[in-house]
Every structure is written in C-alpha cells, then in structure tokens.
Nanobody
C-alpha cells in the first residue's frame, strides 16, 4: 500500500505562484511514474503533468511554459511549481503514483483570484 499526501495549495493572485508537494510512502518511489491531475467544479478531471521513473516529463498544453514538475526520490516527494497562475487554474489538484497500481491522494485546493 502506498499513501500519497498533497500539500501546498491555497489562494494566489493572477500572475502569482504556488508550489505543490506530494509525498508518497513506499520503499523506493524511483520506480513510480508520478503526476498531477486537477478537477474544477463542473468539469472533468484532467491531466496536468507527469514525470516518469526515468525523468521524462509531459504537460497539458494549458500549463506548458508556466508549470514545472519535478521529483526528489530521496525525499520521496513530487513537486509542481506553478507560475503565472490564471483564474482558470483554480481546481482541486490530485497527486498520483503509478507502478503496478495507481494510488491517489485526497487533493489540495488551488484558488486563483484577485
């Protein structure tokens, strides 16, 4: 069993920044693909970004150039640096870790508003 816990959400102004963190338990998370999804009210959950066990990254078009995903396997932590935030980035952000199964966190709220 892998436990995934997000943190770092909150309120930001348009143009501002936030950094989300996600900690995953497990003996060796370097084998996991990890990433972030988000879900805004009334919308479907969408993939934001992921990073493979080899460090390959992929981003949704809507966040390219603004968000950066990274990982620190020694700290068992995934990060999402979010810059130039827009109101449409407002959503509940979920972290996941995937290997033989996919484990999800409970989500952290990001609100972008003036």
């Amino acid at each position: 069993q892998v436990h995934v816990v997000e943190s770092g959400g909150g309120l930001a102004q348009p143009g501002g920044s936030l950094r989300l963190s996600c900690t995953a338990s497990g003996s060796d998370i370097s084998r996991y693909t990890m990433g972030w999804y988000r879900q805004a009210p009334g919308k479907q959950r969408e993939l934001v970004a992921y990073i493979s066990d080899r460090g390959t990254t992929n981003y949704a078009d809507s966040v390219k150039g603004r968000f950066t995903i990274s990982r620190d396997n020694a700290k068992k932590t995934l990060y999402l640096q979010m810059n130039i935030l827009k109101p449409e980035d407002t959503a509940l952000y979920y972290c996941y870790a995937q290997w033989t199964f996919t484990w999800w966190g409970q989500g952290t709220q990001v609100t972008v508003s003036a």
